[in-house]
Nanobody
Framework: QVQLVEAGGGLVQAGGSLRLSCAAS????????VGWFRQAPGKEREVVAA????????YYADSVKGRCTISRDNAKKTVYLQMNSLKPEDTAVYYC?????????????????WGQGTQVTVSS
């Protein structure tokens, strides 16, 4: 069992930055791949970025490539999402999710555990 708690969301002006964190509890976190997803009102949940168990493999949605960086610190059981040059269209609730096994997936279905989400609002 893994519990995930996101933090770091907030209100920021366009062009600003935020760093989201996803803190995990439970054993064997280092064996889980983690994804960051977001969901805006009236839209489907979509992947933002994902990372494998070691941090050696990452994935980014085209919409955030070059603006976001996903990283993890397995000793701290925490995954981070650094977001720069934020745009109003980045406004959404951001969720982290974990799946057993070492590899990430760009789809939400394979993820076993989800956090409660953190709101990111980017004003123009």
């Amino acid at each position: 069992q893994v519990q995930l708690v996101e933090a770091g969301g907030g209100l920021v002006q366009a062009g600003g930055s935020l760093r989201l964190s996803c803190a995990a509890s439970g054993r064997s976190f280092r064996s889980y791949a983690v994804g960051w997803f977001r969901q805006a009102p009236g839209k489907e949940r979509e992947v933002v970025a994902a990372i494998n168990w070691s941090g050696g493999s990452t994935y980014y949605a085209d919409s955030v490539k070059g603006r976001c960086t996903i990283s993890r610190d397995n000793a701290k059981k925490t995954v981070y999402l650094q977001m720069n040059s934020l745009k109003p269209e980045d406004t959404a609730v951001y969720y982290c999710a974990a799946r057993s096994g070492s590899n990430w997936s760009p789809n939400p279905g394979p993820y076993d555990y989800w956090g409660q989400g953190t709101q990111v609002t980017v004003s123009s």
